[in-house]
Structures are given as C-alpha cells and as structure tokens.
Nanobody, 119 residues
C-alpha cells in the first residue's frame, strides 16, 4: 500500500527552526519528483519546495528561498524540509507530494502536518 506520512510540525517562535519529514511506504523516493506544499487558512495551496527525481535539482518559492531546504535520504526513504528563520506567515498545513510525471496515476499526498509560527 502506497502511503506518505508527514511529521515534525508544531508550534515554534518566530526565528526558530523545524524539520519536517515525509516517510514513504509502498514505493521508493529514489525515482520520484517530490514536492512540499502548504496551505494557510483561507488561502490556496502553494508550492514551497521541489526536488527532482534524480535529487540534483531543487526549486523554491521566492518567499522561502534561503530559509528552507529540501532533501531526501534514500536509505531511510524519507524526504525532509528544513525550515529556518521561520516567520508567522509560514504558518500553514504542510503537505508532501510524490509523483512520477512519466507514470500517469502515480501521484500521492500525505495527510499534512501543522506548522504554527507564533510568539
């Protein structure tokens, strides 16, 4: 059974850090495009960070460049989102997505993890 499970969210003060994890079961991240999205209340879901299937190319939303880093550990079959210098506007539910553009139908989402940045 294919499943993505996010963890690592929580409450953090502005300027703090969190590391989100996205663990996969039923498939391997070694051959997937992986993307972190987030959705704040009353806002549309937005792309935060993406990682190519080869793991050699990344892209980030302008709002998080220089603060967030996406990475993956093939051995642990887990993708991470390291978030530093957090701001209140980073508050959202964060979702992990794994897809294979060359394989229609291979498009999976986790359940999301809440990140709240507040003093």
């Amino acid at each position: 059974q294919v499943q993505l499970v996010e963890s690592g969210g929580g409450l953090v003060q502005p300027g703090g850090s969190l590391r989100l994890s996205c663990a996969a079961s039923g498939f391997t991240f070694s051959n997937c495009v992986v993307t972190w999205y987030r959705q704040a209340p009353e806002k549309e879901r937005e792309l935060v960070a993406g990682l190519s299937n080869a793991g050699t190319s990344t892209n980030y939303a302008d709002s998080v460049k220089g603060r967030f880093t996406i990475s993956k550990d093939i051995v642990k079959n887990t993708v991470y989102l390291q978030m530093n210098s957090l701001k209140p506007e980073d508050t959202a539910v964060y979702y992990c997505n794994a897809r294979r553009p060359w394989a229609p139908g291979f498009d999976y989402w986790g359940q999301g993890t809440q990140v709240t940045v507040s003093s």
